[in-house]
């Protein structure tokens, strides 16, 4: 995947406030560097807890109504887990797939040229224009699977 500059999304988050007639916020901007900088998708939970650390006045609810905000402007893309909620990463604008552990909650981002041509392939097959997808399959990690079979 493609990897812009922090400053990049920067600009972008600055633009998307001035547009929306809102104030410039340190929050968000805090928010934005955690999901920059994060190595993985984040629950708000954990986003929350990374941004006290750099702003440790901020308040959960904060960290709902900027993600919810983000994800209005397409700043961050989102994994749903049920129960659990959704998980967050940036939007760094390359599309992907995602393979995730119902017992661990790992996720394995992953790209294949020729699922994506299949799936045009469908949807054009039915009559539809393709506009945009998100596949999650769901399964046990290679360390869950192991754990699983020593169970049995």
């Not at 968000?28 to 006290?52: F, G, W």
């Not at 040229?113 to 469908?122: G, N, P, S, T």
Request: with cysteine.
């Amino acid at each position: 995947m493609e990897q812009k500059e922090l400053s990049h999304y920067l600009k972008k988050l600055r633009e998307a406030v001035r547009r929306r007639g809102l104030k410039h916020s340190q929050q968000r901007e805090a928010i934005l560097k955690v999901l920059y900088n994060a190595a993985c998708h984040l629950s708000p939970e954990q986003i929350h807890q990374e941004v006290k650390k750099e702003c440790g006045s901020v308040g959960i609810a904060t960290v709902y109504r900027t993600l919810a905000f983000f994800e209005q402007e397409k700043l961050v893309c989102t994994i749903f887990f049920g129960n659990e909620g959704k998980k967050y990463e940036l939007n760094r604008g390359g599309h992907h797939d995602h393979l995730i552990c119902i017992e661990c909650g790992k996720i394995v981002e992953f790209f294949d040229d020729e699922l994506e041509k299949l799936q045009e392939r469908i949807a054009k097959d039915a009559g539809f224009e393709l506009l945009s997808h998100q596949m999650n399959l769901y399964g046990r990690c290679r360390e869950c699977s192991a754990v699983s079979c020593q169970r049995s």
